[in-house]
């Protein structure tokens, strides 16, 4: 009983914090900053087993003053990608550049090319495999430089995480931190 009791006030002192309201779409467009970017990924199916449209793989592109959504392929093709690709790159050869190159283009391109000029961050949401994606490595070209040279990459598990972390950020910490 004094366990639920704790459970009961703890759950009440800490309601807000520990569940969060959903992020909606116009939240998160007015708390990102003019140069940052979210890129959300939804990574479905295309199609069913029994040939139906099973919603698909999209990148979904947030900016202060704008959205675009962007097809990319399905988890099926993902997963083997990605798990390629980090073969690849913890060899620490070139080999694993074609690789950047390929997965930059399929699952990063459209969306980067309708990102208005100034952007410098992106926040990444990724889902599925794309949570073991170096996001950093990838680059556009084989001349070109990996995405981490040119934005500053944050990684989060969802939008309403990320939102709820940038709302903490105002708070004043009344502790130390260990970093």
Do not use: C
């Amino acid at each position: 009983q004094e366990a639920q009791r704790q459970i009961a006030v703890t759950t009440d002192a800490t309601h807000d914090r520990a569940h969060p309201t959903f992020a909606t779409l116009d939240a998160v467009q007015s708390a990102l900053a003019s140069d940052e970017a979210l890129l959300s990924f939804q990574t479905g199916i295309w199609e069913t087993y029994e040939g139906e449209f099973g919603g698909g793989s999209w990148v979904i592109a947030v900016t202060r003053r704008g959205r675009s959504v962007h097809r990319i392929p399905d988890r099926g093709e993902l997963a083997p990608m990605v798990s390629v690709f980090t073969g690849l790159l913890a060899r620490g050869d070139d080999v694993g550049t074609a690789g950047a190159i390929r997965l930059y283009s399929d699952i990063l391109a459209h969306a980067l090319k309708a990102l208005p000029a100034g952007i410098e961050r992106l926040i990444l949401l990724p889902d599925g495999a794309l949570h073991r994606l170096p996001f950093d490595a990838l680059r556009g070209g084989r001349e070109a430089a990996p995405l981490a040279a040119r934005y500053e990459l944050v990684t989060a598990p969802s939008a309403t995480l990320w939102l709820e972390g940038r709302r903490n950020l105002a708070r004043t910490p009344n502790r130390g931190v260990l970093a």
